[in-house]
T-cell receptor, first 116, second 114 residues
Protein backbone atom coordinates (compact mmCIF):
# COMPACT_ATOMS: atom_id res chain seq x y z
CA UNK A 1 0.00 0.00 0.00
CA UNK A 2 1.07 3.56 -0.62
CA UNK A 3 2.02 5.61 2.39
CA UNK A 4 3.98 8.78 3.00
CA UNK A 5 5.11 9.78 6.48
CA UNK A 6 6.35 13.21 7.44
CA UNK A 7 7.07 12.79 11.11
CA UNK A 8 7.89 16.43 11.75
CA UNK A 9 4.68 18.36 12.21
CA UNK A 10 6.29 21.75 12.78
CA UNK A 11 9.85 23.03 12.69
CA UNK A 12 10.99 26.44 13.81
CA UNK A 13 14.41 27.83 12.89
CA UNK A 14 16.16 31.16 12.88
CA UNK A 15 17.05 32.74 9.57
CA UNK A 16 20.28 31.44 8.02
CA UNK A 17 20.06 28.10 9.78
CA UNK A 18 20.00 24.93 7.71
CA UNK A 19 16.94 22.72 8.07
CA UNK A 20 16.08 19.22 6.88
CA UNK A 21 12.54 18.01 6.32
CA UNK A 22 12.13 14.26 6.55
CA UNK A 23 10.01 12.07 4.30
CA UNK A 24 9.65 8.30 4.52
CA UNK A 25 7.54 6.38 2.06
CA UNK A 26 6.11 2.89 1.61
CA UNK A 27 5.39 1.23 -1.68
CA UNK A 28 5.34 -2.25 -3.18
CA UNK A 29 6.09 -0.99 -6.66
CA UNK A 30 9.51 -0.86 -8.25
CA UNK A 31 8.47 2.08 -10.42
CA UNK A 32 7.30 5.14 -8.58
CA UNK A 33 7.83 8.87 -8.36
CA UNK A 34 8.50 11.12 -5.41
CA UNK A 35 7.70 14.81 -5.15
CA UNK A 36 8.01 17.79 -2.87
CA UNK A 37 5.48 20.62 -2.91
CA UNK A 38 5.45 23.93 -1.05
CA UNK A 39 2.34 25.65 0.28
CA UNK A 40 3.11 29.23 1.37
CA UNK A 41 0.71 31.17 3.63
CA UNK A 42 -1.17 32.36 0.54
CA UNK A 43 -2.42 28.79 0.13
CA UNK A 44 -1.39 27.77 -3.37
CA UNK A 45 0.55 24.55 -3.94
CA UNK A 46 3.87 24.89 -5.72
CA UNK A 47 5.79 22.01 -7.27
CA UNK A 48 9.44 21.83 -6.19
CA UNK A 49 10.91 18.57 -7.45
CA UNK A 50 10.17 15.13 -8.89
CA UNK A 51 12.33 12.03 -8.58
CA UNK A 52 11.78 8.63 -10.19
CA UNK A 53 12.62 5.41 -8.40
CA UNK A 54 15.47 4.57 -10.73
CA UNK A 55 17.37 7.77 -10.14
CA UNK A 56 18.96 8.00 -6.71
CA UNK A 57 21.25 10.84 -7.62
CA UNK A 58 20.89 13.67 -5.17
CA UNK A 59 19.88 17.04 -6.52
CA UNK A 60 20.72 20.59 -5.61
CA UNK A 61 18.85 23.66 -6.75
CA UNK A 62 20.15 26.84 -5.23
CA UNK A 63 19.57 26.63 -1.48
CA UNK A 64 17.44 23.49 -1.87
CA UNK A 65 18.78 19.96 -1.96
CA UNK A 66 17.18 16.54 -1.92
CA UNK A 67 18.58 13.25 -0.63
CA UNK A 68 16.87 10.16 -2.08
CA UNK A 69 17.83 6.84 -0.44
CA UNK A 70 15.94 3.74 -1.55
CA UNK A 71 17.64 1.63 1.11
CA UNK A 72 15.82 3.60 3.82
CA UNK A 73 12.80 4.61 1.69
CA UNK A 74 13.51 8.23 2.39
CA UNK A 75 13.42 11.39 0.33
CA UNK A 76 14.60 14.20 2.57
CA UNK A 77 14.65 17.89 1.72
CA UNK A 78 17.24 20.32 3.02
CA UNK A 79 17.08 24.10 2.90
CA UNK A 80 20.45 25.74 3.37
CA UNK A 81 20.70 29.22 4.90
CA UNK A 82 16.94 29.44 5.43
CA UNK A 83 15.09 32.67 4.79
CA UNK A 84 11.83 34.05 6.10
CA UNK A 85 10.28 33.48 2.67
CA UNK A 86 10.84 29.76 3.15
CA UNK A 87 8.15 29.75 5.81
CA UNK A 88 5.48 27.42 4.46
CA UNK A 89 4.01 23.96 4.71
CA UNK A 90 6.01 21.42 2.75
CA UNK A 91 4.45 18.23 1.44
CA UNK A 92 6.18 15.09 0.30
CA UNK A 93 4.22 12.97 -2.20
CA UNK A 94 4.41 9.51 -3.77
CA UNK A 95 2.99 8.52 -7.14
CA UNK A 96 2.68 4.87 -8.11
CA UNK A 97 0.88 2.89 -10.76
CA UNK A 98 -2.66 1.66 -10.38
CA UNK A 99 -5.07 0.18 -12.92
CA UNK A 100 -5.43 2.71 -15.69
CA UNK A 101 -2.77 5.10 -14.54
CA UNK A 102 -1.05 6.54 -11.50
CA UNK A 103 -2.22 7.94 -8.19
CA UNK A 104 -0.41 10.51 -6.09
CA UNK A 105 -0.76 10.60 -2.33
CA UNK A 106 0.68 13.10 0.09
CA UNK A 107 2.18 13.12 3.52
CA UNK A 108 0.61 15.19 6.30
CA UNK A 109 3.03 18.03 5.69
CA UNK A 110 5.66 19.82 7.75
CA UNK A 111 5.06 23.42 8.70
CA UNK A 112 8.31 25.39 8.65
CA UNK A 113 8.63 28.67 10.51
CA UNK A 114 11.70 30.74 9.74
CA UNK A 115 12.18 33.60 12.16
CA UNK A 116 14.12 36.73 11.32
CA UNK B 1 -3.09 31.91 -18.43
CA UNK B 2 -5.88 30.26 -16.45
CA UNK B 3 -4.60 26.75 -15.71
CA UNK B 4 -7.13 25.26 -13.32
CA UNK B 5 -10.21 27.14 -12.25
CA UNK B 6 -12.24 26.08 -9.24
CA UNK B 7 -15.64 27.39 -8.20
CA UNK B 8 -16.88 28.43 -5.80
CA UNK B 9 -13.93 29.86 -3.91
CA UNK B 10 -15.81 29.56 -0.66
CA UNK B 11 -19.19 28.21 0.35
CA UNK B 12 -21.18 27.71 3.54
CA UNK B 13 -23.63 24.87 3.26
CA UNK B 14 -26.32 23.38 5.48
CA UNK B 15 -25.94 19.71 6.32
CA UNK B 16 -27.99 17.48 4.07
CA UNK B 17 -27.73 19.77 1.07
CA UNK B 18 -26.29 18.72 -2.25
CA UNK B 19 -23.22 20.58 -3.48
CA UNK B 20 -21.10 20.43 -6.61
CA UNK B 21 -17.60 21.87 -6.70
CA UNK B 22 -16.57 22.75 -10.21
CA UNK B 23 -13.14 22.29 -11.73
CA UNK B 24 -12.07 23.26 -15.23
CA UNK B 25 -8.64 23.11 -16.82
CA UNK B 26 -7.43 24.57 -20.08
CA UNK B 27 -4.14 22.71 -20.34
CA UNK B 28 -5.56 19.60 -22.07
CA UNK B 29 -4.17 17.42 -19.31
CA UNK B 30 -5.39 13.84 -19.34
CA UNK B 31 -5.37 13.23 -15.60
CA UNK B 32 -7.37 15.14 -12.98
CA UNK B 33 -7.74 14.77 -9.23
CA UNK B 34 -9.67 15.97 -6.23
CA UNK B 35 -7.98 16.32 -2.85
CA UNK B 36 -9.19 17.58 0.48
CA UNK B 37 -6.86 19.35 2.87
CA UNK B 38 -7.42 19.12 6.61
CA UNK B 39 -5.15 20.37 9.37
CA UNK B 40 -2.73 17.67 10.46
CA UNK B 41 -3.82 15.29 7.73
CA UNK B 42 -2.27 16.90 4.68
CA UNK B 43 -3.83 16.37 1.30
CA UNK B 44 -5.96 13.26 0.87
CA UNK B 45 -7.03 11.96 -2.51
CA UNK B 46 -10.80 11.71 -2.94
CA UNK B 47 -11.23 10.66 -6.57
CA UNK B 48 -9.17 10.77 -9.71
CA UNK B 49 -9.56 10.39 -13.44
CA UNK B 50 -6.75 9.27 -15.71
CA UNK B 51 -8.61 10.20 -18.87
CA UNK B 52 -12.01 11.43 -20.00
CA UNK B 53 -14.67 8.80 -19.38
CA UNK B 54 -12.85 7.05 -16.53
CA UNK B 55 -12.73 7.69 -12.80
CA UNK B 56 -11.24 5.97 -9.78
CA UNK B 57 -11.49 6.07 -6.02
CA UNK B 58 -8.79 7.60 -3.89
CA UNK B 59 -8.09 7.38 -0.17
CA UNK B 60 -11.32 9.00 1.09
CA UNK B 61 -14.04 8.57 -1.57
CA UNK B 62 -17.08 8.00 0.68
CA UNK B 63 -19.73 10.70 0.41
CA UNK B 64 -18.31 12.06 -2.84
CA UNK B 65 -18.87 11.36 -6.52
CA UNK B 66 -17.19 12.60 -9.67
CA UNK B 67 -17.72 12.50 -13.40
CA UNK B 68 -15.42 13.11 -16.35
CA UNK B 69 -17.55 13.71 -19.41
CA UNK B 70 -14.76 15.57 -21.22
CA UNK B 71 -11.09 16.40 -20.85
CA UNK B 72 -11.54 19.83 -19.32
CA UNK B 73 -14.13 19.38 -16.56
CA UNK B 74 -14.04 17.30 -13.40
CA UNK B 75 -16.85 18.21 -10.98
CA UNK B 76 -16.99 16.86 -7.44
CA UNK B 77 -20.43 16.28 -5.92
CA UNK B 78 -21.43 15.90 -2.30
CA UNK B 79 -24.84 14.27 -2.49
CA UNK B 80 -25.80 15.03 1.10
CA UNK B 81 -23.21 17.16 2.88
CA UNK B 82 -22.15 16.38 6.45
CA UNK B 83 -20.09 18.54 8.84
CA UNK B 84 -17.07 16.21 8.51
CA UNK B 85 -16.84 17.31 4.89
CA UNK B 86 -15.86 20.79 6.01
CA UNK B 87 -12.48 21.22 4.36
CA UNK B 88 -10.49 22.94 1.68
CA UNK B 89 -10.83 21.11 -1.61
CA UNK B 90 -8.15 21.23 -4.28
CA UNK B 91 -8.55 20.14 -7.86
CA UNK B 92 -5.40 19.18 -9.73
CA UNK B 93 -4.32 17.95 -13.13
CA UNK B 94 -1.22 16.40 -14.60
CA UNK B 95 0.24 16.36 -18.05
CA UNK B 96 -0.09 12.70 -18.87
CA UNK B 97 -2.27 9.79 -17.93
CA UNK B 98 0.83 8.17 -16.51
CA UNK B 99 1.09 10.97 -13.99
CA UNK B 100 4.85 10.94 -14.03
CA UNK B 101 4.85 14.71 -13.97
CA UNK B 102 3.98 17.38 -11.52
CA UNK B 103 0.48 18.17 -10.39
CA UNK B 104 -0.97 21.56 -11.25
CA UNK B 105 -3.40 22.75 -8.60
CA UNK B 106 -6.33 25.09 -8.53
CA UNK B 107 -6.58 27.72 -5.83
CA UNK B 108 -8.89 25.65 -3.68
CA UNK B 109 -12.51 25.76 -2.60
CA UNK B 110 -13.20 26.28 1.08
CA UNK B 111 -16.36 24.45 2.10
CA UNK B 112 -18.04 24.77 5.48
CA UNK B 113 -20.89 22.40 6.31
CA UNK B 114 -23.02 23.45 9.27
Amino acid sequence: AQKVTQAQTEISVVEKEDVTLDCVYETRDTTYYLFWYKQPPSGELVFLIRRNSFDEQNEISGRYSWNFQKSTSSFNFTITASQVVDSAVYFCALSEAHTGGFKTIFGAGTRLFVKA
Amino acid sequence: IAGITQAPTSQILAAGRRMTLRCTQDMRHNAMYWYRQDLGLGLRLIHYSNTAGTTGKGEVPDGYSVSRANTDDFPLTLASAVPSQTSVYFCASSRSGGNTGELFFGEGSRLTVL
